[in-house]
């Protein structure tokens, strides 16, 4: 799992480096999300790489009705995760991202259950990885990783000093 977060923090490293005036201009998330994802792209060669993919395989993409994630998109809460790295036709999910602006007042819960919900081992092609990542102007402030339907704490420490180590965050 290392080596994949290496490559996150890479496209991170690249994102930073490249889109400036997104960030400086404080554009929206989904544009932000694009950008990191064509970065994606570089780093996970012969993996797909989709922003808002709302599949399982073959299946769309729902959680258990009364959980706080929707699987309508209508307010932007949807279940479909940020930035996937997958296979689309096998299918095997390698990777779940979810982006947040360091100026998004919404609960970080939300995603946090997302990310839960996208690596539980009990949901049909789950996850191998869920990543959270809180972006600032200049820096990463806040990430997180999820394995297994829960909060990976060693992997989330490790994960936050390769980010410090690379200059992406002061945590």
Known sequence: MQTELNKVVTALHEFYARETFLLEKEAGERALTHRLAVQFEKQFPGWEI???????????LRLPHGTIVSTDDHLAKSIYPD??????????????VEVRKAVNHQPLEHDQHK???????HLWFAYWIGVL???DKKQVTMSEVYTSGVLDHALSVWFAGRLKDAGLSAE
Not at 51 to 59: N, Q
């Open 50 to 60: 989709d922003c808002e993919y709302d599949r399982l395989g073959d299946r769309t």
């Open 83 to 96: 930035i996937v790295v997958h296979q689309r036709e096998i299918p095997n999910n390698l990777l779940a």
């Open 115 to 121: 990310l839960r919900a996208l690596t539980d081992p």
């Open 133 to 135: 990542l809180t972006l």
